[in-house]
């Protein structure tokens, strides 16, 4: 049964599929077999969350990531 069916996602900007979950203090979430994403701390506004992944897998806040690829994409392609 996929999310859609169970009434559990929303359509993201780009028109993607957006699982929903609720998660409690302390509670994890897991992603395929060796990424956990931990709720650490809640605030009125934020959550801070943990997470335990591979040492090649790249975890990068949304806007970091989107920095990183408009300067790959601005250097061109490396040069080895």
Known sequence: MSCKEL???H???????????TRK???????GD???IRI?????DRVRI????????????KEVAVQIE????QDGPSKK
């Open 25 to 31: 203090l302390d509670e994890c979430i897991t992603i």
């Open 50 to 61: 943990g997470i335990i992944a591979p040492d090649n897998v790249a975890i990068h806040r």
């Open 70 to 73: 408009s300067q790959l994409n």
């Open 40 to 44: 650490t701390e809640l605030f009125s």
């Open 7 to 9: 009434s559990l996602c």
């Open 34 to 36: 060796d990424i956990e």
């Open 11 to 21: 359509a993201s900007e780009d028109g993607n599929l957006v699982l929903i979950l």
